[in-house]
């Protein structure tokens, strides 16, 4: 069964204190990995898709790494304005589901 | 241009009620997909139409159902409402779906579904 699981569960950072999030998967086949952002309430914004291990790309703060088995959201010097829900999703190459979602990391920046 | 949009944006139902949940995807696409989100957890899938043919089903019981119309925009349909049935209902679209999942798919604002 594909799994996706995300780490922490929630992160608190004070204002430019920077740090990683963690998606780790287990599935038959990756197709491609997906990072969104999620405000509350909100439906997820699309940030990053990653298709092959040592992919690495980067929007402003944000840069998403690959590797066989995990990615990484990296946060550099966050601001307040980065509070949100980060989920992690797979395309598999086999199965009739579009994507596997992991739970989230809830990251609070607190200025 | 626009995103994906849904209507309606919020909606209380009691129990052994019927809901329909409404999405348009972006101008060009014509895949749509359906994606449960109780609290707490990330999406879960629902279905995925392509050129108004069922792709996929994810597990969920018959008392949910889907079509797609000929202008790519879709419906959710759900019967015999249960209180576990409470939440927020997303529709994404992307550009194709038949065999390229690797089509980025990008999410409306939902539908929050309250049952009573």
């Known amino acids: 069964e594909d799994q996706v699981t995300q780490s922490p569960e929630a992160l608190r950072l004070q204002e430019g204190e920077s740090s990683s999030l963690n998606c780790s998967y287990t599935?038959?086949?990756?197709?491609?990995l997906f990072w969104y952002r999620q405000d509350p309430g909100k439906g997820p914004e699309f940030l990053f898709t990653l298709y092959s291990a040592g992919e690495e790309k980067e929007k402003e703060r944000l840069k998403a790494t690959l590797t066989k088995k995990e990615s990484f959201l990296h946060i550099t010097a966050p601001k307040p304005e980065d509070s949100a829900t980060y989920l992690c999703?797979?395309?598999?190459?086999?199965?009739?589901?579009?994507?596997?979602f992991g739970k989230g990391t809830r990251l609070s920046v607190i200025a | 241009d626009a995103g994906v949009t849904q209507s309606p944006t919020h909606l209380i139902k009691t129990r052994g009620q019927h809901v329909t949940l409404r999405c348009s995807p972006i101008?060009?696409?014509?895949?749509v997909s359906w994606y449960q989100q109780v609290l707490g957890q990330g999406p879960q899938f629902i279905f995925q139409y392509y050129e108004k043919e069922e792709r996929g089903r994810g597990n969920f019981p018959d008392r949910f159902s889907a079509r797609q119309f000929p202008n790519y925009s879709s419906e959710l349909n759900v019967n015999a409402l249960l209180l576990g049935d409470s939440a927020l209902y997303l529709c994404?679209?992307?550009?194709?779906?038949?065999?390229?999942?690797?089509?980025?798919?990008?999410f409306g604002p939902g539908t929050r579904l309250t049952v009573l």
């Open positions: 599935v038959s086949g990756l197709r491609g």
């Open positions: 999703a797979v395309q598999t190459l086999s199965g009739n589901t579009p994507l596997v």
């Open positions: 101008s060009g696409h014509k895949s």
């Open positions: 994404a679209s992307s550009f194709s779906g038949q065999g390229v999942f690797t089509d980025t798919q990008y």
